[in-house]
């Protein structure tokens, strides 16, 4: 008899965000999948599983692929995880997938975090329908064949990007979609987590400095623009001036509660709060 695949979500950052499924499986599995051994093995010392690893990710499907399903045909059980979420959209995932359905293999999922959905949630776009893509391509021709056909999908899309290519793909998406409202996710579930709203353009310098893990939202095309309006530098200005002059709030904590209540960085603020004051100075 043959064994069973677990495909097992796992957290995105935030170590408390497995389910208690998932720990049991990964403890009783004869072996677990791992996308980068290393990265799971913090996952597993922490909740204090022993479960022997081994590594597929899609520089070794085509070795591995035969590996696992030998396993799995002699009746092992195998958890297949990836570095953050649920496996099978930056992963090799799917393809172990097709290979049990194709092979009669029983595929169980257990279900859990995942950044698309985390990010869509606290968007606010409509999530019915919701398109979810992986990382966007590293090589210009193919970005821009694949920011062409994200153009075309009308309803609320999401897409992962890294720290050096943000800013830069912000400024593509503006050029492709226009003024589509964007929110972008970065470090979700973690400490440092924040949201940032705007158009594409307006987010394109937000990122001087970009660091951790980015998640981002397309609105739907549809969208009413008044609902992710980003306030004048005249009306981040006067709040700050009434928190700090008549509110008594101290200085970084009246940047702080402004970037996060309209969704902006706090360094953004600062820049706006510091090039008020000189214009007033030269008047």
């Given at each position: 008899m043959s064994g069973t695949l677990f495909?097992?979500?796992?957290?995105?950052?935030?170590?408390?965000?497995?389910?208690?499924?998932?720990?049991?499986?990964?403890?009783?599995?004869?072996?677990?999948?791992?996308?980068?051994?290393?990265?799971?093995?913090?996952?597993?010392?922490?909740?204090?599983?022993?479960?022997?690893?081994?590594?597929?990710?899609?520089?070794?499907?085509?070795?591995?692929?035969?590996?696992?399903?030998?396993?799995?045909?002699?009746?092992?059980?195998?958890?297949?995880?990836?570095?953050a979420g649920t496996p099978g959209v930056s992963d090799p995932g799917v393809e172990l997938v097709q290979a049990c359905v194709r092979g009669g293999i029983t595929v169980d999922p257990i279900p859990g975090a995942s950044a698309p959905l985390t990010a869509v949630i606290a968007s606010?776009?409509?999530?019915?329908?919701?398109?979810?893509?992986?990382?966007?391509?590293?090589?210009?021709?193919?970005?821009?064949?694949?920011?062409?056909?994200?153009?075309?999908?009308?309803?609320?899309?999401?897409?992962?990007e890294t720290p050096h290519r943000i800013a830069k793909t912000m400024e593509e998406v503006a050029a492709k979609l226009g003024d589509r409202p964007i929110v972008v996710g970065r470090e979700l579930t973690k400490t440092h987590q924040e949201f940032i709203r705007g158009t594409a353009q307006q987010l394109s310098k937000a990122f001087e400095s970009p660091r951790g893990e980015y998640t981002v939202v397309v609105g739907p095309a549809q969208a009413v623009a008044k609902t992710m309006e980003v306030p004048d530098d005249r009306t981040i200005f006067a709040e700050f001036c009434y928190s700090t002059e008549v509110s008594g709030i101290q200085r970084r904590e009246a940047i702080n509660a402004i970037a996060k209540r309209h969704g902006m960085p706090a360094r953004s603020v600062y820049r706006i709060i510091e090039k008020a004051k000189h214009m007033g100075n030269d008047q």
């Open positions: 495909v097992v979500a796992t957290p995105i950052g935030n170590l408390e965000d497995v389910t208690l499924r998932a720990l049991r499986v990964l403890q009783s599995a004869d072996l677990i999948a791992a996308e980068d051994t290393r990265r799971t093995a913090r996952l597993l010392a922490h909740h204090g599983i022993t479960t022997p690893t081994l590594s597929f990710h899609q520089h070794n499907t085509r070795s591995r692929l035969p590996q696992l399903m030998s396993r799995l045909q002699r009746g092992e059980s195998i958890a297949l995880v990836t570095d606010g776009f409509p999530m019915v329908p919701l398109t979810i893509l992986g990382f966007a391509p590293n090589r210009a021709k193919d970005r821009a064949k694949w920011l062409e056909n994200v153009s075309a999908i009308q309803n609320t899309v999401t897409f992962f």
